[in-house]
């Protein structure tokens, strides 16, 4: 009787951690949604996923975040959310180098 009781318990735990780290990867996944001109944020900064300010875009801007090459990354000032590298907005500031 112990013994079905821990076994039960052991796939309860196991259940209960696979739906932690599913639910958590969900989350992650909806807390960096891509960055659109839709967004008010967006809009009041003149976000747009396309620069077109010569030499200046959001992978050489010293707010953006992630990794270099990757084509969406996030960006301190807009928390949640993906902005596209080669993208910019009013709040550019070039990166030291
Ligand atoms: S502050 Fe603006 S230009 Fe800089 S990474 Fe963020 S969205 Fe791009």
Redesign the pocket.
């Given at each position: 009787m112990k013994g079905v009781k821990r076994r039960d318990f052991l796939k309860l735990s196991g259940t209960t951690l696979i739906g932690l780290t599913m639910g958590s990867a969900a989350l992650r996944a909806h807390a960096k949604e891509i960055?659109t001109t839709e967004n008010q944020a967006?809009q009041a900064?003149k976000?747009t996923p396309s620069?077109t300010v010569e030499g200046?875009?959001?992978a050489n801007?010293?707010?953006?975040q992630g990794k270099e090459g990757d084509e969406h990354?996030p960006?301190?000032?807009?928390p949640n959310h993906l902005?596209n590298a080669k993208?910019?907005?009013?709040?550019?500031?070039k990166r030291p180098n």
């Amino acid at each position: 009787m112990k013994g079905v009781k821990r076994r039960d318990f052991l796939k309860l735990s196991g259940t209960t951690l696979i739906g932690l780290t599913m639910g958590s990867a969900a989350l992650r996944a909806h807390a960096k949604e891509i960055l659109t001109t839709e967004n008010q944020a967006a809009q009041a900064l003149k976000y747009t996923p396309s620069s077109t300010v010569e030499g200046a875009n959001c992978a050489n801007c010293m707010y953006v975040q992630g990794k270099e090459g990757d084509e969406h990354r996030p960006c301190m000032l807009f928390p949640n959310h993906l902005v596209n590298a080669k993208g910019w907005c009013s709040g550019w500031v070039k990166r030291p180098n």
